[in-house]
């Protein structure tokens, strides 16, 4: 068994902690947009904002694109999140069963 070159060793450990640092963000993002589902349920405003995340999007595109990501796969990750925070802004304003 060979040993794990010291530089494979940093890579690794620094992925690890931008991954920690993804999760605690993401963590954070859910926490505001759960604040935004409640506001939009108390004043009857609809779980989607299609306008909103449309801006979004093309916003987070331009960002990947400075920052030497892909803006598709920006996109699609932007649209995995809108899709989870919709489906939590649907079960607060009770729309949606809260087991699917």
Do not use: Y
Not at 46 to 66: K, N, S, T
Not at 82 to 96: F, K, N, T
């Amino acid at each position: 068994m060979s040993e794990t070159p010291p530089e494979l060793q940093r890579l690794r450990q620094s992925i690890d902690n931008i991954d920690a640092a993804l999760i605690h963000l993401l963590a954070e993002r859910f926490k505001a947009t759960q604040g935004v589902g409640v506001l939009k349920a108390q004043i009857d405003l609809p779980p989607a904002d299609p306008a909103r995340e449309e801006r979004q999007i093309a916003r987070l595109r331009g960002l990947a694109d400075e920052a030497g990501l892909d803006p598709v796969f920006a996109e699609k990750f932007l649209n995995f999140v809108i899709a989870e925070v919709i489906h939590h802004h649907e079960q607060i304003a009770g729309r949606s069963d809260p087991a699917s």
